[in-house]
């Protein structure tokens, strides 16, 4: 850092303004004691003894295995596919062309009207006489068992004339490169063009212009537990029930109803224990179309689960990007303005059903985010090529942005002379701006990046970390301070995909019901993945309702149990479907203290619900349990009042409608060694400040930001499709495609800002994918500090030793 | 992925598996830990007829001392190697390389012949007992053979073994008090195979080093040393030109296949640093000896 | 699919202890143990997360030492012994890595689980002393996408001081 000493050591010195602290809930919460809670996981014993119920859990009677024949070239004209040979082989049930499952299963088209001039081709559960990308299903083949399926597989014989390919997207428009839907005129799906005016003012005026380019590596998600579903069609009752691993079972109703022609009410999606999700399950893919297609086809239940070689090929892919970033100021370290130039390179296709259009228009509108500037201009092509589809991975685009945007940040930094740290502080939106209107438009409702750098600069003792860096310096040991200054976009309303036409629900809903024992079963539209998310409904309730956490029963993952919504993505668990909960646990509080009144001769208003029992609301005396109050009112209605009904069972619905979007902030920092004779980077240590609002259960939380931050650290270092000149994936398997393992992953210390949303009641922002959004852009800043003295830099992401040794001359 | 159909027989004594081998030739696979065979059937890379496990071959485990000479059985595993005292006593080279290989899942059922007998470039055994002078004990129909490691390894995954032929035992020297040894892989992960390793061993009289080996692992298409490097030390003394003299003469001779992500140069520039890393260490032993 | 060169069948009868049970059952030799475990003798907490060995979710215990359940076959089984996540729970043996996990959030989607807390076992028996920096090499070998692996490592440090001062206290 060639920070003058003076800027850090002023700052560090200035009395800090006070931690904002979260505002009390609003009564009869102000005594909330489950809220705010690091409380472990209830109900997750059966996970620790192995006893979950995983899709391949399952088995029904007469259930069949499919395998897929998936293209093994990037594009190829099918001519002919021989099934005979398979169709005889042991325990081969059915062998299937993209011609039989299309006689039932319509073609679907990914665009949304919000997303101007987005087009694609119409695509089919298999291929019908082209495959557009190595991986996409051709051949299905259905037997009693998966081992049997493939075995025949080897049996089918599919004959092919290669198409030349577009592999590149630097190129995908150039006039001499093939062009993957003719009918689309080129290969460009979206583009965009967003200019506040004034940029060339801005970079005229500016004292300094920095210029780089940002480069990052296609990647996926790689959940543990395969993509896998289970389509049963009963022939008898017309119903088709779907156990997915997924994490959005009403907008997956809707599709598999919409094109099959099934009535809506006749499709059941269920989805029990998922083993990993990260926006990678929350897509249509043809293949899930496929199962159900073969189970109706059949009659009978049919069970697809990805093995890992198909799933490095069929599984969304993400963040393949190249972007010219500029970034002007002044020499007062004013920061004018942003420019960027994205080029992203997805599929064949845009993804079903919520487009592959969506990840650059993020970029667009992320980047410089953090910061009070006003002029930004910023173009974006998503272009077609014949590789896996794209589209959202957890974080959609904001880890692309937040690099590029805090990258730019750094280089401004050095060149001024100034202590990057110092220069944040300077640019961010202050604290007391708010509501305020980023230059792209994004409207912010409350963030508190400055509450978030000073924290950030006492957690990890800054003039510490830059005196033993200094000092390690000196004797040729180089270790790098990066840092991340993010915004995060969660709660959506229906701003995000219901306006462009998707029916996806941005709304969503809770039951609770008072059980005649006295316990609680709440049944809620948001699903569980892991995160938390029935924890976290679990001490909603309890508080809500004056429960006890142990009587209360979470229902979830089922759409004909729960109402309907919208499920997980865009980190809208905590804060939507927990405002739900919230909702419908007062409101059967309401209705508890009723049924109590009436059965007390009392004014409901003299009492309170504790514990799981009504008391009085001055003295707190015990006066009648819940167990009790179940009893007559379910079991005695006799003994209550003419016209009096018990309603111990509400429903209440919640949309964020105040914003488009509820931002969060946060503000990450790593710390690295980087071996300057081998390349090789050492992760010392990472922090994060995170505000995401009212935190329901810290202990949660933090370690959903730890495993978003590892999952950043992934794409930042390791991680990488690497696809041939042909188009083809060269390390499809766990062996040569890296994901960070516990050996390299530093510990990670997180605190919280807390700056409740007043667009609820619980005040809860999402928290999911902020650690993602921020750890790339942290940690190449740390490698880019430690290499600076070496005059060396890296913009393009994985930073691997290769591109560390050449960025230092090691090698040519 | 599921394997496809084979048979399986787990015979109780050698002879049998030598029977058995020179029966059905290129029909059948020997299985020994299993953990690179069966990742191969499992994704079909490969379709044998006919698996012969040699668990149950007891005169294939063991691991004893015989005079000068570790005997190590094919079937050892690697954790047996990881945790043996009398391995850290008499071959201190594979201790420290143990914690390298995979991980523990793997190493409590891979084995040592197993990992000889594949000869993977990127694999530590190979490289270490190409350091330690290590002797290769086959067994065939046609009787026993006594191969040096330096000559056991041919061709990428292909060693002198013929196809009727089984490893029994590895045998090493055991180390003596003036050998010197080092053994560094530069990894993207731990228990990942190494981008580039080094299984160095030499004696030291004084400063000066003689029967200086140098295996390379990640190198080449076969675990290989690197003989002119090992010849511009060979009776130098240890010192900050000798090794810069070294390092320059290895950046020169070999000619490393690069990887996924590295590249040939990357890899030449990684393995002088290893070079350089493994005799500065013996050189602050040296001084503090 | 390989027409069998050999008369030798591709069937055999396996005979082994399953969580301290006999059992005994016909398998396809090319069957690997996880696919017996979860199909043949419907045990489902062993998952697959790649069945090339790397990510550790299948890991089971096979005499007492951790395996990758994908790279053993389930005839390599006769005459052995085979403890997976359930029997484990089921006598107590993994009773207190339980305890730790769920106290401290060391398990989000629980995939990865079962395999995580056969190989804390098998490193709190082997390696009581183990430093956090060991303990975060052993687990090295069990991909988790849903922790940052830091709860995990948690748990597993907390085991190790209660077992050491357990120690401590059983030789006062």
């Not at chain 1, 590149?168 to 200019?195: Q, W, Y």
């Not at chain 1, 496929?290 to 239940?301: D, Y």
């Amino acid at each position: 850092m060639n920070a003058p000493e003076s800027y850090f050591l002023r700052h560090v010195e200035a009395e800090a303004r006070p931690t904002p602290v979260a505002a009390p809930l609003a009564a009869p919460l102000q005594d909330a004691s489950h809220i705010g809670q690091a409380i472990p996981r209830p109900n997750i014993e059966r996970l620790a003894q192995g006893r979950g119920q995983y899709v391949d859990d399952l088995e029904l009677p007469r259930m069949a295995h499919v395998v897929f024949w998936r293209s093994p070239v990037a594009h190829c004209h099918i001519t002919s596919i021989e099934r005979d040979f398979a169709r005889m082989m042991p325990g081969v049930l059915a062998v299937y062309d993209g011609k039989d499952l299309a006689t039932i299963c319509k073609p679907w088209v990914a665009t949304l009207s919000h997303l101007a001039g987005i087009k694609s081709a119409p695509q089919y559960p298999m291929a019908l006489d082209r495959a557009c990308w190595q991986g996409e299903p051709v051949v299905a083949v259905v037997a009693k068992t998966r081992a049997e399926a493939e075995d025949a597989l080897q049996y089918v014989q599919v004959t092919w004339e290669d198409l030349p390919s577009a592999v590149d997207m630097k190129t995908a428009l150039h006039p001499d490169t093939p062009v993957i839907h003719p009918e689309l005129g080129d290969n460009l799906c979206f583009s965009r063009t967003l200019d506040t005016g004034g940029v060339d003012e801005a970079f005229a005026r500016a004292d300094v212009v920095v210029e780089a380019t940002f480069d990052f590596g296609r990647h996926t998600g790689v959940t543990l537990e395969t993509r896998c579903q289970i389509a049963d069609y009963s022939p008898a009752s017309g119903q088709l029930t779907v156990y997915h691993s997924q994490q959005a079972p009403h907008m997956m109703q809707d599709l598999y109803a919409r094109q099959f022609d099934l009535p809506e009410s006749s499709v059941r999606v269920i989805c029990k224990d998922v083993g990993g999700s990260f926006g990678i399950k929350v897509h249509a893919y043809p293949d899930d179309f496929a199962t159900v297609a073969i189970s109706i086809l059949l009659k009978r239940p049919v069970k697809f689960v990805a093995d890992r070689l198909e799933s490095f090929t069929s599984d969304i892919h993400a963040r393949e990007h190249h972007i010219k970033g500029r970034i002007a100021a002044t020499s007062a370290g004013e920061i004018l303005a942003f420019e960027i130039d994205d080029t992203t390179g997805i599929g064949p296709y845009s993804m079903f059903p919520r487009t592959s259009g969506i990840e650059g228009n993020q970029v667009v509108n992320l980047t410089g985010g953090p910061y009070k500037h006003k002029a930004y201009r910023a173009k974006l092509n998503v272009v077609f090529l014949n590789k896996t589809p794209t589209c959202q991975y957890r974080g959609v685009g904001h880890p692309v942005a937040c690099a590029v945007t805090e990258g730019l940040v750094d280089l401004v930094a050095a060149k001024l002379g100034m202590d990057p740290l110092e220069l944040r502080k300077r640019n961010v939106m202050p604290d007391d701006s708010y509501p305020a209107t980023g230059a792209s438009g994004i409207k912010l409702e409350v963030l508190s990046h400055e509450a978030c750098l000073r924290k950030m600069e006492t957690l990890m003792d800054y003039p510490a970390l830059l005196a033993e860096q200094a000092a390690l310096r000196a004797q040729g040991i180089y270790r790098g301070i990066g840092f991340a200054t993010l915004i995060e976009l969660t709660n959506p309303g229906a701003a995000f995909y219901g306006v462009g036409g998707a029916r996806i629900s941005a709304q969503d809903g809770a039951t609770a019901r008072l059980e005649p024992s006295g316990a609680v079963t709440v049944m809620v539209s948001v699903g569980e993945q892991g995160q938390g998310t029935e924890a976290i409904f679990s001490q909603i309730t309890a508080d809500a309702v004056g429960v006890a956490m142990s009587q209360v029963r979470i229902v979830t993952g089922d759409t004909q149990a729960t109402p309907y919504g919208g499920g997980t993505w865009a980190s809208r668990g905590a804060g939507i479907g927990g405002e739900a909960v919230l909702q419908a646990g007062l409101a059967l509080r309401t209705n508890i203290l009723k049924v109590a009144g009436v059965i007390l001769k009392r004014d409901a208003s003299t009492l309170s619900l504790k514990q799981g029992a009504v008391v009085d609301a001055d003295s707190g005396e015990a006066l009648l349990p819940f167990a009790e109050l179940g009893r007559v009112a379910y079991f005695r209605p006799d003994t209550l009042p003419a016209g009096f009904t018990p309603e111990l069972m509400v429903t209440r619905h919640y949309a964020q409608r105040d914003y488009p979007f509820i931002f969060t902030n946060g503000v990450q920092a790593s710390y690295v060694e980087v071996d300057s004779e081998t390349g090789f980077v050492k992760l010392l240590k990472h922090w994060a400040v995170e505000d995401c609002g009212r935190v329901i259960n810290p202990m949660l939380v933090d370690e959903q930001i730890r495993g978003a931050i590892v999952q950043g650290i992934g794409g930042a270092l390791f991680e990488e499709c690497l696809y041939d000149a042909a188009g083809l994936l060269i390390n499809g398997s766990m062996a040569d495609y890296l994901v960070p393992m516990a050996g390299e992953m530093p510990d990670i210390t997180i605190a919280h800002i807390e700056t409740p949303t007043r667009s609820s009641m619980l005040g809860a922002k999402g928290a999911g994918e902020a650690g993602t959004a921020g750890a790339p852009g942290a940690v190449v800043n740390a490698i880019n500090d430690a290499l600076r003295p070496l005059k060396a830099a890296v913009w393009s992401q994985p930073v691997t030793p290769e591109k560390i040794l050449k960025a230092l001359g090691h090698i040519p | 992925m599921k394997a496809p159909a084979f048979s399986y027989l787990r015979p109780r004594q050698l002879h049998e598996v030598l029977k058995l081998l020179a029966e059905h030739g290129d029909e059948a696979r020997l299985l020994a830990g299993g953990q690179t065979l069966l990742a191969t059937l499992n994704m079909r890379l490969s379709e044998p007829a006919l698996l012969i496990d040699m668990q149950a071959v007891s005169e294939l485990k063991g691991l004893s001392i015989a005079g000068q000479t570790l005997r190590i059985g094919a079937m050892v595993t690697h954790t047996e190697i990881e945790t043996s005292d009398l391995v850290a006593q008499h071959a201190p080279l594979l201790t420290a390389a143990a914690s390298h290989i995979a991980h523990r899942a793997i190493r409590n059922m891979g084995t040592f012949g197993g990992s000889i007998a594949y000869g993977d470039p990127a694999a530590e055994w190979p490289a270490c007992l190409l350091a330690l002078s290590g002797v290769i004990v086959v067994r065939s129909l046609r009787g026993e053979r006594r191969i040096a490691a330096d000559d056991f390894f041919t061709g990428l995954y292909t060693t002198d073994l013929a196809p009727d032929e089984v490893i029994v035992a590895c045998e090493i020297p055991v180390a003596q008090a003036n050998q010197k040894m080092s053994f560094t892989e530069l990894a993207r992960r731990h228990g990942d195979y190494a981008v580039v390793g080094l299984a160095a061993t030499a004696t030291m009289l004084g400063n000066k080093m003689s029967n200086v080996r140098l295996a390379w692992i990640g190198v080449g298409s076969t675990p290989m040393r690197s003989p002119q490097a090992e010849q511009a030390l060979n009776d130098q003394p240890l010192n900050a030109q000798s090794v810069a003299q070294a390092v320059e003469v290895l950046r020169s001779e070999i000619a490393p296949l690069p990887d996924l992500t590295h590249s040939e140069a990357a890899k030449r520039q990684l393995a002088g640093v290893l070079l350089k890393r493994a005799l500065t260490s013996w050189m602050s032993t040296v001084e503090n000896a | 699919m390989h027409e069998p060169m050999t008369d030798l069948p591709q069937t055999q009868t396996i005979r082994f202890t399953l969580n301290g049970q006999s059992i005994e059952r016909e398998v396809q030799a090319r069957t690997h143990l996880v696919d017996f475990l979860r199909d043949g003798a419907e045990l489902k907490g062993s998952h697959l997360g790649c069945e090339h060995g790397v990510c550790g979710a299948c890991t089971v215990q096979l005499d007492g030492q951790i395996v990758r359940g994908c790279l053993v076959l389930a005839v390599q089984a006769d005459g052995r012994s085979v403890n997976t996540v359930e029997g484990l729970s089921d006598s107590g043996a993994l009773a207190q890595l339980q305890a730790a996990f769920i106290r401290r959030n060391a398990l989000q989607c629980g995939f990865c689980t079962s395999g995580m807390l056969l190989a804390a076992h098998e490193l709190i028996e082997q390696r009581p002393n183990a430093t956090r920096e060991e303990v975060r090499e052993w687990i090295s070998g069990n991909y988790c996408r849903c922790t940052g692996y830091q709860a995990i490592v948690d748990a597993i440090c907390d085991v190790l001081a209660e077992r050491k001062t357990a120690a401590q206290g059983a030789k006062a």
